[in-house]
């Protein structure tokens, strides 16, 4: 998403504006960690190892992993990863997302899913609030277990 446009973030009670005030820095996974300020949010591709993340768990305020496409599903198995491994922050998927995506967005460990406008625009807020009880649609939940 482009810097500086308004951004929209859907969670389970719906559209909301953007409540962080800090910037994003790009992290690609290299480079020095000990540059990064406490209390930062890290912008990452889909394609960034997790184990690269887990040594600034103490110092992430919030990860927003980049989706390029709805048809690509690799930031859903990183939010997953990162959960797995420990992360306990902010988790925002962000970019080219449907409506349809947000449960298993929420079931992989994210806190929300960041959207531009236009896609509001196409997909109101409706759409996404239809989705919003991620719990109860869950397959798991019908077979009675939780995972």
Same mark, same amino acid.
């Given at each position: 998403?482009?810097?500086?446009?308004?951004? &929209? #973030?859907?969670?389970?009670?719906?559209?909301?504006?953007?409540?962080?005030r800090g910037e994003f820095i790009q992290w690609s996974g290299e480079g020095d960690r000990s540059a990064l300020p406490h209390g930062v949010a890290l912008d990452v591709e889909n394609t960034v190892p997790a184990e690269d993340i887990v040594p600034l768990f103490g110092r992430i305020a919030l990860i927003r992993i980049a989706f390029p496409s709805h048809m690509d599903?690799?930031?859903?198995? #990183?939010?997953?990863?990162?959960?797995? #491994?420990?992360?306990?922050?902010?988790?925002?998927?962000?970019?080219?997302?449907?409506?349809?995506?947000?449960?298993?967005?929420?079931?992989?460990?994210?806190?929300?899913?960041? &959207?531009?406008?236009?896609l509001a625009e196409r997909q109101p807020e409706e759409q996404w609030l239809f989705r919003a009880n991620w719990r109860t649609h869950d397959y798991r939940e019908r077979l009675g277990r939780r995972l």
């Open positions: 998403m482009e810097r500086g446009s308004p951004r &929209i #973030l859907v969670r389970d009670s719906g559209f909301q504006d953007d409540d962080w599903g690799r930031g859903f198995s #990183l939010a997953r990863y990162l959960r797995l #491994l420990g992360y306990r922050g902010r988790l925002r998927a962000s970019g080219c997302f449907l409506a349809d995506q947000y449960a298993m967005a929420r079931r992989s460990g994210f806190d929300e899913v960041e &959207i531009d406008p236009t």
